[in-house]
């Protein structure tokens, strides 16, 4: 049975220190290389070879570092390049399991492994909340129970993050950052394009005026968005893979991650939020 987590107070919000999107960024030194061993792989253009959720990548060594981090993209691995676990690594490694590691304690490997997983989502979530409350004043006292609550779930023991039901979580989140979009993009003058889910696989929006447009889970997969303004538009799980967006505009745009513009083709004309960093292959 899930448990029902308390509903943090506003004195506390105040008191607490909330977590900024600094932290919430991967320090591979501190992880036990999660990521190469609980995440499945599928041969493809982004992976070279099949590997099951649970086995080590053979690229992984001892120490829990990558033999050929300086070259995965020309080695065949360019989708590592992209993966972001948004600090849940660091934190399930030497936080929620106190420094231990799956090749020390075996038995909590597959605990280990999940816990990540559920972890990385909190943070995503966590992600998003941060930005929410810099772009949503009138929505500030949900939005910090909401972050507050985050937090505490992402501090919890194995067991209880092994028991959490994530998903449900992230619907109730969701439901605060779609009025967060729906507030920020009200300020849009004119009637900003609704393609929410839409399939833009290729399409030529070269130039296009995406101010205050909604894209939450559109695939824009090999796009071309060159050029295109995309201030105030809601990027939430679009699908930016080979996305063109050399000039594009997207220094206003909202709930953007590093895991996308990694996934994406740009250059020095591509503007970013100050929050994410320019990826070294886009040069």
Known sequence: MRRAAARPSLDRDM???????SDLRADCTQCAGLCCVAL???????FAIDKPAGAPCPNLKHDFRCGIHARLRDGGFPGCTVYDCFGAGQKVTQVTFGGRNWRQEAD?????FEVFSVVRLLHELLWYLIEALELAPPLRDDLTRARVDTERLALGSPDSLAELDVIAHRSRINELLLRTSELVRAGVPGTPMNHRGADLTGATLRGADLRGADLRSAY??????READLTAADLIGADLRDTDLRGADL?????????????????AGT?????????PHWS
């Open 220 to 225: 824009l997969i090999a796009a071309d968005l």
């Open 108 to 112: 909590s490997g597959a605990q280990m």
């Open 251 to 267: 220094a206003r745009s909202i709930f953007l991650t590093q895991m996308q513009i990694n996934a994406a083709r740009g250059d």
């Open 271 to 279: 503007t970013l939020p100050t929050r994410l960093t320019r990826p």
């Open 15 to 21: 008191s607490h220190q909330p977590v900024r999107h």
């Open 40 to 46: 499945a792989l599928t041969a493809s253009t982004d």
